[in-house]
């Protein structure tokens, strides 16, 4: 089983950028999708971006095109997403997920492991 642990949130100003990480355990973590999530108070979980097992494809909100960047890294088991000009909008708890097939979605329930998140601040 995939395990996921985030990491590279913290506080930012608007227009600013950070770069979150995705790291896993298990072999089979690179045969399958990743994406993001976040989550912002009182509001559901929602769909950030994608990437299929090669990289080849990749899935943006249209919230985010243009401003956020996923790659992969299989030799490594990471995946990053580079958030560039940051608005307060964006400010949420950011999860990583694991696919459960290997082109990935922008749905919640094509994602079956997931990990603890990680808090993106971005002040106005």
């Known amino acids: 089983q995939v395990q996921l642990v985030e990491s590279g949130g913290g506080l930012v100003q608007a227009g600013g950028s950070l770069r979150l990480s995705c790291a896993a355990s298990g072999r089979t973590f690179s045969t399958y999708a990743v994406g993001w999530f976040r989550q912002a108070p009182g509001k559901e979980r929602e769909f950030v971006a994608a990437?299929?097992?090669?990289?080849?494809?990749?899935y943006y909100a249209d919230s985010v095109k243009g401003r956020f960047t996923i790659s992969r890294d299989n030799a490594r088991n990471t995946v990053s997403l580079q958030m560039n000009d940051l608005k307060p909008e964006d400010t949420a708890v950011y999860y990583c997920?694991?696919?459960?097939?290997?082109?990935?979605?922008?749905?919640?329930?094509?994602?079956?492991?997931w990990g603890q998140g990680t808090q993106v601040t971005v002040s106005s």
């Open positions: 997920a694991s696919g459960r097939d290997a082109y990935g979605s922008r749905r919640q329930e094509d994602f079956r492991a």
């Open positions: 990437i299929s097992w090669t990289g080849r494809f990749t």
